[in-house]
């Protein structure tokens, strides 16, 4: 269900932008059923390390969006962002991963996406631009229980 544009920069409401191709690219990093899960889904967890390099785990709004080189991103925006833990946090150390998943058993999907974290704070609201690293899903283009993995790059853009 397409969600209402929330200000997010590039977010286009949840409505799946098209793709030429039945995999992931460079420029798509998601394949498209993955894209039109994390599109259907309002809540991932995202993990992030605190100043003690303690793991924290947070429930968070998303969007699937595009960065300014057109590469889709996972974008998290919200209420007061820049004096969150989470934002604070992601600017001392921008590793981090965000999990979506819906239901449990047989019928268990979900997309697990670790990345670096980039702070966008120009005009506007601030957010937070997940770049993908490595992409796991099951249940997606897969039978439940089955993963599939992705490894895109090994280090933070740039």
Not at 61 to 80: C, K, M, N, P, Y
Not at 103 to 125: E, T
């Amino acid at each position: 269900m397409p969600r209402p544009d929330d200000g997010i920069p590039g977010s286009n409401g949840g409505a799946r932008v098209p793709d030429d191709g039945p995999g992931a690219s460079a420029q798509e990093p998601f394949s498209p059923g993955e894209a039109a899960f994390l599109d259907q889904e309002p809540l991932g967890r995202l993990a992030y390390l605190d100043a003690s390099g303690a793991p924290v785990v947070v429930p968070v709004g998303f969007r699937l969006t595009s960065d300014e080189q057109g590469v889709r991103v996972i974008a998290i925006a919200g209420h007061e962002l820049r004096e969150s833990a989470k934002y604070r946090s992601l600017a001392r150390d921008p590793r981090c991963a965000i999990v979506v998943d819906s239901s449990i058993g047989p019928s268990a999907r979900g997309v697990l996406v670790k990345g670096f974290a980039r702070l966008v704070d120009g005009p506007g609201r601030p957010v937070i631009l997940i770049a993908p690293t490595r992409i796991s899903s099951w249940g997606i283009d897969t039978p439940a229980f089955q993963r599939q993995h992705r490894t895109l790059v090994s280090s933070p853009p740039s």
